[in-house]
């Protein structure tokens, strides 16, 4: 079983910067790959980026490729994501998922465990 707990949401304007937080505690994460996931109102919950247990490989939706980093620490069983000049249209409760394995998918339906979820906010 593992557990996440997100954090780092908030109300920013657009243009501006957020870090995301997801704190893993349970089984041992590093045997865990990471997504990132989002869902607006009235929207489906959406992939965002992925990274692999060992960090070696990332992978990225069109609408975060070249403004949100993935990363990860092990050490501190944290995965983050660093989201950089914010849009409107990121406005959505950020959640973090992991799957057993090394191998990144953008599917919901690979992932084992979710988080709550943290609410970013994007205003015009």
């Known amino acids: 079983q593992v557990q996440l707990v997100e954090s780092g949401g908030g109300l920013v304007q657009a243009g501006g910067s957020l870090t995301l937080s997801c704190a893993a505690s349970?089984?041992?994460?590093?045997?865990?790959?990471v997504g990132w996931f989002r869902q607006a109102p009235g929207k489906e919950r959406e992939f965002v980026a992925a990274i692999n247990w060992s960090a070696g490989s990332t992978y990225y939706a069109d609408s975060a490729k070249g403004r949100f980093t993935i990363s990860r620490d092990n050490a501190k069983n944290t995965v983050y994501l660093q989201m950089n000049s914010l849009k409107p249209e990121d406005t959505a409760v950020y959640h973090c998922a992991a799957r057993r394995g090394s191998g990144l998918s953008v599917q919901r339906s690979a992932f084992d465990y979710w988080g709550q979820g943290t609410q970013v906010t994007v205003s015009s």
């Open positions: 349970g089984r041992t994460f590093t045997m865990y790959s």
